[in-house]
């Protein structure tokens, strides 16, 4: 028989208590429409191509993930990003493709992608699309010259999904055939009334409802709403189900906590950069969202940048390291390279099986944090066979030595752990704790087999891809610039520099309390639980386990225990899909 141990602390805030989002529902209500019950896999042509973007280069690299064997090892989906429209025809709103760019949509008298699509799916690929959730793109907002955008008038220039929603869903996904599109955002936050471009007479003004700096500044239903209506646009497209829908807004609009309910990935921070720094900072957006993501919605700290700065053929252990990391989150896999010139040496990190399946196993467990510190932490992911993969991440610049115990994995001090390096291959055994060394950069990985600490049941927070935060307590987003700070990749040394961040940060955490401290109970540590505020209501589904049991108590972090909390559990047999 097997049972599910759980350590339940709630920080009291002193809210009054809102009864219906807490009454429990017997469903499962994060996102699982769409095709992401393991994350997407594949490539995308933003980091190499920006918006210079051509059908020869995209099926350039759709061919070399052919032939290098890739596609056997799931990169599936090949995504133009920005860059590929001409304009919007005004007279019925239909979307005009640059066909010089893109030979195959041309020979018809209104451009069509089809064929575009039919040769991908030919090829055994899935297509991928980009638009805005705004009228217009962020190249539109953010490029330095005219060269590669949408011409024309103000409205012919207006190729973002704003006013357009269910027709160009319908275009896009029924009639040319795409399979995945990406959402971004910057038309609902960079064309108020004094930006450049709205000045300059190339844009209409759009009333900022989103702010990246200022969750204060941001209409988050409003955000919201539009996106789920861009969800049930697709479903109604794509009634099959064959789609895959990927939010773009960086983590702002608090998108954070509610993604996971509306689309199948999130991006967690702004865009990543081939630069050591911006790794960590996309990285750190997500490392502590174990509980956000399930099967069928992920975090995304953004994609691959493995082939460029300082992720390129001489950075390989900077480029292992990028790799490991996101499939250790459940990232997405999106190979952002002209793989038509990638090296050997990166073709094989891409293409290491043994890590590609620890991002894409079926239990869809994100890493949860075992050790912090500013320079080295430690992940463990539960694999759906139950074993553990295990990162070692050094994140600076010195070497550091590392004792790795088997409890730190959740597994038994006193049996043995077998571990395989997913590197060299290597094979070690050990007792109690084991010790390496890891390098400035380095992330060493390993699969781990052992005794479980739980003889025959796991802690939730030990499979998170089964919990899920339906109600997670913040009630009003607050500031909280100790958590989350994210910074412009592009912006050099002028001006105040990056300042802090925070658009919602959730309220539920793996191992911790909410703002990262360790969970304590009336002075008693706890290394396994899960930590939410007062006024939360998780979601577990169970995987075939026999008896729940939970520890719950007030957490000694809790600023206000003047009032009373209450703790209750309900149980649906059969009911939960
Ligand atoms: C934003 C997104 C990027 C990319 C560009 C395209 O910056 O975050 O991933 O799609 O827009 O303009």
Same mark, same amino acid.
């Given at each position: ?20 989002? #807490?009454?429990?529902? @017997? ?13 997407? *896999? ?38 133009? &990003? ?10 019925? @709103? ?5 066909? %010089? ?21 030919? *090829?055994?690929?899935?297509? @991928? ?33 704003? +006013? ?54 941001? +209409? ?88 460029? @700065? ?18 250790? !989150?459940?990232?997405? #896999? ?26 894409? &196993? ?12 500013? %320079? !080295?932490?430690? #992940? ?6 139950? %074993? ?15 004792? /790795?115990?088997?409890?730190? #994995? ?8 077998? *571990? ?21 950069? =380095? ?9 479980? *600490? /739980?003889?025959?049941?796991?802690? !939730? ?10 109600? %997670? ?45 360790? /969970? ?18 998780? =979601? ?38």
């Amino acid at each position: 028989m097997k049972k599910i141990l759980a350590a339940i602390f709630l920080l009291s805030a002193g809210f009054a208590q809102a009864a219906d989002p #807490l009454a429990p529902t @017997g469903r499962w209500t994060g996102y699982s429409s769409g095709r992401a019950a393991t994350p997407p *896999m594949g490539w995308n042509s933003w980091n190499a191509f920006a918006s210079a973007v051509d059908e020869d280069k995209v099926m350039g690299s759709a061919r070399r993930i052919v032939d290098s064997g890739l596609a056997r090892k799931g990169y599936h989906y090949i995504n133009l &990003d920005d860059g590929w429209a001409a304009k919007r025809r005004v007279a019925d @709103g239909h979307l005009m493709i640059r066909a %010089d760019k893109f030979p195959s949509a041309a020979n018809k008298k209104t451009p069509t992608f089809k064929p575009y699509t039919d040769k991908l799916h030919a *090829m055994g690929l899935k297509a @991928g699309i980009y638009s805005d959730m705004g009228r217009n793109t962020c190249a539109q907002a953010w490029s330095a010259t005219d060269e590669d955008l949408p011409k024309g008038s103000v409205a012919e220039r207006e190729v973002g999904l704003h +006013d357009f929603i269910e027709q160009d869903i319908d275009l896009y996904f029924r009639e040319w055939g795409f399979d995945y599109i990406k959402v971004d955002g910057c038309g609902l936050r960079d064309f108020g009334p004094n930006s450049a471009k709205v000045k300059a007479g190339q844009a209409r003004a759009l009333d900022p409802i989103m702010d990246l700096g200022a969750i204060s500044r941001t +209409d988050v239903p409003g955000v919201q709403g539009l996106f789920r209506r861009v969800g049930a646009a697709i479903e109604r497209s794509r009634p099959n189900g064959d789609f895959v829908y990927s939010l773009c807004i960086w983590g702002a609009a608090n998108v954070r906590a509610w993604a996971k309910d509306v689309g199948n990935t999130s991006r967690t921070s702004d865009d990543i950069a081939p630069a050591w720094g911006r790794l960590l900072v996309n990285y750190d957006s997500a490392v502590h969202r174990a509980l956000y993501a399930h099967p069928g919605s992920w975090n995304d700290p953004d994609m691959l940048y493995i082939g460029a @700065g300082d992720f390129d053929a001489d950075h390989l252990t900077e480029a292992r390291s990028h790799f490991a990391l996101w499939a250790m !989150l459940n990232s997405p #896999l999106l190979i952002g390279a002209d793989l038509r010139k990638t090296p050997d040496a990166l073709m094989d990190i891409l293409g290491n099986a043994d890590i590609i399946a620890l991002d894409q &196993d079926a239990a869809g467990n994100q890493a949860t944090v075992a050790y912090d510190s500013s %320079d !080295l932490q430690i #992940l463990v992911k539960t694999l759906g066979n139950g %074993d553990k993969a295990v990162a070692v991440f050094n994140r600076g610049s010195g070497a550091i030595d590392v004792n /790795l115990q088997a409890t730190q #994995l959740r597994f038994r001090g006193d049996a043995p752990v077998e *571990m395989t390096d997913l590197w060299t291959k290597k094979q070690v055994s050990f007792t109690k704790e084991t010790q390496l060394r890891v390098a400035p950069r =380095e992330t060493a990985v390993f699969r781990a087999h052992g005794t479980r *600490m /739980l003889a025959n049941g796991v802690y !939730l927070s030990e499979q998170p891809g089964q919990v899920n935060p339906a109600v %997670d307590g913040v009630t009003r987003p607050v500031a909280d610039p100790a958590i989350f700070r994210t910074a412009a990749g592009w912006g050099g040394t002028r001006g105040a520099g990056d300042r802090p961040q925070y658009a919602g940060w959730g309220g539920a955490r793996a191992d911790s309390a909410p703002y990262g401290q360790t /969970l304590q109970v009336a002075r008693k540590t706890f290394a396994a639980g899960i930590g939410v505020l007062v006024n939360s209501r998780l =979601e577990v589904r169970n995987g075939g386990h026999q008896r729940f049991t939970a520890q719950v108590g007030v957490d000694d972090s809790a600023t206000d225990k003047a009032n009373a909390v209450t703790f209750s559990a309900n149980y649906w047999r059969n009911r939960i899909p």
